[in-house]
């Protein structure tokens, strides 16, 4: 007999309940007890011979950091700049800490250069639980920094970087602004969050409403955050950890929230936006109807995905244009 389905698979529309039904048929075995090797090559994106963006130009780029080098990808918008240089994206992939690769967010990051006409660099930076926090964080201050060092050889505007990221990322793009505020740091000029894990504490309203959602369960998503602290740490979170734990967010770049209906992590992320927006961080929440975790980066495959690309990419030519209008105004 089949198993009924979860009463809030009723609020995800067409295109989320094919992807779900396909997943549910896929990933038979929950994450957690697969492991992180075994999850991993089950859920592996391969990159396609012919991607739904053409770009004139991708970069793979080894980015030196504390650790050795990593792998990047840097993404060059076809159209020509409006300036002598570029704005860009820092955009560091989700997937728990534990998974995630550059494949599996190439289509977005394409459809986010095209459209918005910033470079895109995507970091592939070191996984738990083989490297726990903080190697992820440290991978991407190392990266930005790079980044800034660099920019010109790229045609890029080193003061025009911004931090984004889904879900896992969404925490290091957030937890990275806290990381340079509180050092008095240059700060990116805007910060992208997409679905972010920004809280350890589990405790939120949908953490229970949809602890049985698509791709992402509440149980899975505690074991990927075990897997991301390492022995030992429990108790003892700072707030480049869980960002939620910050005392205050002022000061922090301007902010871009995305959220899904039906995830676990929704209402502790739009607790971040209001957070933010409170501490006087101008902010724009908003939340993606009858969708799931995950949706953001799945191009082609959800209506909602083009939609909130849309919103990226309104967000960073929102931001240039701001920083532009500030620039040539006189003192």
Same mark, same amino acid.
């Given at each position: 007999m089949n198993k009924p389905l979860p009463p809030h698979w009723e609020r995800l529309d067409a295109d989320a309940q094919l992807a779900a039904q396909a997943i549910a048929a896929a990933l038979t075995t929950p994450v957690r007890e697969l492991g992180a090797r075994a999850a991993r090559e089950l859920l592996a994106s391969t990159p396609s011979d012919r991607p739904l963006t053409p770009l004139d130009r991708v970069d793979a780029v080894a980015v030196p950091t504390r650790a050795g080098e990593l792998r990047a990808r840097l993404y060059h918008p076809s159209s020509p700049p409006t300036e002598g240089l570029r704005p860009a994206l820092l955009y560091l992939h989700g997937g728990g800490f534990v998974l995630g690769t550059l494949d599996g967010v190439d289509e977005v990051c394409r459809a986010i250069a095209a459209r918005s006409g910033w470079a895109v660099l995507s970091l592939e930076y070191r996984l738990a639980p083989e490297h726990p926090y903080p190697a992820a964080l440290e991978d991407s201050l190392d990266t930005l920094t790079w980044l800034r060092e660099s920019a010109l050889d790229s045609g890029i505007d080193p003061d025009m970087i911004a931090v984004g990221g889904d879900s896992a990322g969404g925490n290091l793009a957030a937890a990275l602004c806290l990381h340079l505020r509180d050092r008095?740091?240059? &700060?990116? @000029? /805007?910060? @992208?969050? @997409?679905?972010? #894990?920004? +809280?350890?504490?589990? $405790?939120?309203? /949908?953490w229970t409403r949809f602890a049985d959602a698509p791709l992402l369960t509440t149980a899975d998503a505690r074991w990927l955050w075990e897997q991301y602290i390492g022995p030992g740490r429990q108790g003892g979170i700072d707030q480049y950890a869980a960002p939620m734990k910050a005392t205050s967010l002022r000061g922090l770049p301007p #902010?871009?929230? &995305? $959220? #899904?209906? @039906? +995830?676990?992590?929704?209402d502790d992320a739009e607790a971040y936006a209001e957070r933010l927006r409170h501490d006087g961080v101008p902010t724009t929440s908003i939340r993606h109807s009858g969708v799931f975790h995950g949706f953001f980066t799945e191009v082609g495959v959800f209506a909602k995905t083009d939609a909130a690309i849309d919103d990226v990419v309104r967000h960073l030519r929102g931001t240039a244009a701001a920083r532009a209008t500030s620039t040539s105004t006189p003192c």
């Open positions: 008095g740091l240059p &700060l990116p @000029v /805007s910060q @992208v969050l @997409v679905y972010p #894990a920004v +809280d350890d504490r589990f $405790t939120t309203p /949908s #902010a871009l929230v &995305l $959220t #899904a209906e @039906v +995830d676990p992590l929704r």
